[in-house]
């Protein structure tokens, strides 16, 4: 009798080119612009091959994570996307960022076992209470999502009242601010709604150790450009000449800093898998509800 091999994990995360949003928060890290009709197109046309080549890649299991520089969810490429590779056998995750502004009720069209959101709430972009209402509206679909908020001083006190009036089950995380200092007790604040805010606080010493990316995780851009992550700007291969498939390999990082949970989380020495475990991509514990799991 032939054993096969148990096919291989790779994770994806692509960003088209599509660099609009609905929003305008003024600590965005993108630069916002409106997207003229050719680049709305050129995305479609981007997105499109891309959920071609991971239907057609079956000899991978695949995860799939939507990084837009822009909200996504607005377009229904993005939509569409989702619900579709949701349903292929060989994707075990699909999961896109959004600011959850756009409605939610497409994904009862989507395998909910494999579609995922990782939300970001923007206190002065839209109420909390409306913010609430699409989180209930997931819960309700039986979605699986992670709710973010920026660890900014301002954000301090609707952060304490979204975590207040979210079910337990679903996880808050807390991204530390882009070149904002933490004191003590401002960790400690910011800590208590997300016990796992001290992996964002500071950056991660990365240069020469041994990371997922490249290996079992690869940023994919439009045009099929491939690098190790989202961060690092050589690229090592291309999706649709199958050269990629020749540069996966275990390799270290050669950056001094590693500073955004999407990258750190697949640096080996910090074992962020293992926390994350069963959802990577979404950024939720294996230990959630707190008591849920033995903690490692
Ligand atoms: S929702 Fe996200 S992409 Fe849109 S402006 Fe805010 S931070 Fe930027
Ligand atoms: S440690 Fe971060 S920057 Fe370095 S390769 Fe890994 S994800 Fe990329």
Known sequence: ??????????????RGPLASCNYD???????????????????????????GWVAATTDRRLSVLFTPWGEGLT?????????????LPHVDRVVIQTNLAARVDWLADADRATAALWTTYHPGQVT?????????????????????????????????ALRAALPGEVYLWV??????HYTAGQEAAWTALDPLFGWSVRPHRSLDRPCHAGETAISVAGDGTVRRCHFRPAPIGNLYDG???????????????????????HLKPLGLRDVF????????????????????
């Open 175 to 180: 991204n530390a601010a882009d070149g904002h």
């Open 277 to 296: 475990a069963g959802g990577l991509l979404e950024r939720i514990p294996a230990a959630w509800p707190v008591g849920s799991r033995s903690a490692r």
């Open 128 to 160: 909390r209470e409306r913010f609430l209402a699409r989180c209930a509206r997931l819960s309700e679909l039986g979605v699986r999502y992670s709710v973010g908020v920026v660890g900014l001083p301002e954000h301090l006190a609707e952060a304490r």
């Open 243 to 265: 050269s990629w498939r020749a540069a996966l390999r275990p390799r270290a990082c050669d950056a001094a800093l590693c500073d955004c949970h999407i990258g750190y989380v």
């Open 1 to 14: 009798m032939r054993h096969d091999k148990p096919a291989a994990e790779l994770a994806v995360l692509y």
């Open 25 to 51: 928060c003024p600590y965005c890290p993108f630069a916002k612009r409106v997207d003229p009709p050719e680049l709305l197109r050129a995305d479609r046309a981007a997105l499109e091959r891309f959920t």
């Open 75 to 87: 377009r229904s490429w993005y939509r569409d996307a989702m619900v579709a590779l949701s349903h």
